[in-house]
């Protein structure tokens, strides 16, 4: 993955920083219109033209290389050739179908108002799934910039000082290079990704700095949809046992209703428990890796708390912007940072 521009312009700052030469003047102006430029393309880039960044690269005028934009299509669509994924397609496209053209069309009809009001519903909530899904699948969760170098001041903190802010610089033994606080190397994706949730089979891509939002948004449209799903099953049930179908019919439907509660279920869980991490500002390997610190901090008679968790609310911004209107769009990411610092407890208090 080629380093954005920003990133680019951070590492070439700190190596300047290391050997001692200040940047002068006509490179800081070749820096601030890089920086402007990429600022224009940034804002030109919304909403319609989102998918066309994911499937070529975020701003890839800047880096000018067509055929670098078709490779990178071709990298991304290959995600989907997944049988994971590709069971995922189907499995929504099933409880869609059933929903709708069985369980709402014998429940109350779809041409009736009732029936409509609830197939629309049905139909967004799906609909917003399925726009979680495949930006989940086709976003870049974050790679490490090459060339990354930890920033000076960060390298030369004392070691007391270190302990403090709970920020490590560390280098990737299978990368040979550093890598930023809260990143891993994944094993299926061979490389190091930012603030690195976890690696999902289901989207076939790893959930990192820049797809954590819309993976928490696929969570909880999926968990939404499968509940008014299940809502829907259980009260045509509740009509065909009034008015005596046949066996068969109460079976298929019996069967059917309790998979997809058992769905729901299960979605919910994995729903709660990303809210849970949301709210701590932590990720699923922080959490298990906290929970050995913990275990040596009440050893040594100390307490320990995660140091990257900076208060409910402020969590909840870091990952769903500041805009509340724009917390349940999945491609309202302007608010997500380079991946490469975060704030603290020590810098918010």
Not at 183 to 207: E, G, K, P, Q, Y
Not at 298 to 311: A, C, E, N, Q
């Amino acid at each position: 993955m080629y380093p954005t521009l920003t990133s680019q312009v951070r590492t070439k700052s700190n190596v300047e920083s290391q050997s001692g030469d200040q940047p002068n003047s006509s490179m800081k102006n070749e820096i601030r219109s890089s920086l402007d430029q990429g600022q224009k393309v940034d804002e030109f880039s919304k909403s319609t033209k989102y998918f066309i960044n994911l499937a070529f690269g975020p701003n890839s005028k800047i880096r000018g290389c067509d055929d670098y934009w078709k490779n990178y299509s071709k990298m991304k669509l290959k995600r989907f050739v997944s049988i994971p994924v590709l069971s995922v397609i189907t499995l929504v496209g099933f409880v869609y179908y059933t929903t709708l053209f069985v369980f709402i069309e014998d429940w109350i009809g779809l041409q009736s108002s009732a029936g409509f009001l609830n197939s629309l519903i049905f139909t967004a909530l799906a609909s917003m799934c399925v726009f979680s899904f495949l930006v989940c699948v086709l976003a870049d969760p974050g790679g490490v910039p090459s060339g990354f170098l930890p920033d000076v001041e960060d390298s030369y903190a004392s070691d007391q000082e270190t302990k403090r802010n709970g920020v490590v610089p560390k280098k990737c033994d299978k990368c040979s290079a550093y890598k930023p606080p809260r990143a891993h190397h994944c094993r299926v994706c061979r490389r190091c990704v930012l603030r690195m949730d976890h690696h999902c089979t289901w989207i076939n891509n790893c959930v990192g700095q820049r797809n954590y939002k819309p993976f928490l948004l696929l969570v909880f449209y999926a968990t939404a949809a499968t509940t008014y799903s299940a809502a829907i099953i259980i009260s045509c049930i509740i009509k065909d046992w009034d008015t005596g179908a046949s066996s068969t019919s109460k079976t298929f439907r019996i069967g059917i209703g309790l998979w997809i509660t058992a769905l729901s279920l299960t979605l919910g869980s994995l729903l709660i428990w990303n809210i849970y991490l949301a709210s701590h500002n932590m990720t699923t390997i922080e959490y298990h890796e906290g929970k050995r610190a913990a275990w040596l901090a009440r050893k040594s008679g100390l307490s320990y708390h995660h140091p990257y968790d900076v208060g409910f609310y402020k969590n909840a911004t870091l990952v769903l912007g500041s805009n509340m209107l724009k917390w349940l769009w999945p491609t309202a990411t302007s608010h997500i940072k380079d991946g490469l610092s975060f704030p603290t407890i020590r810098e918010s208090s």
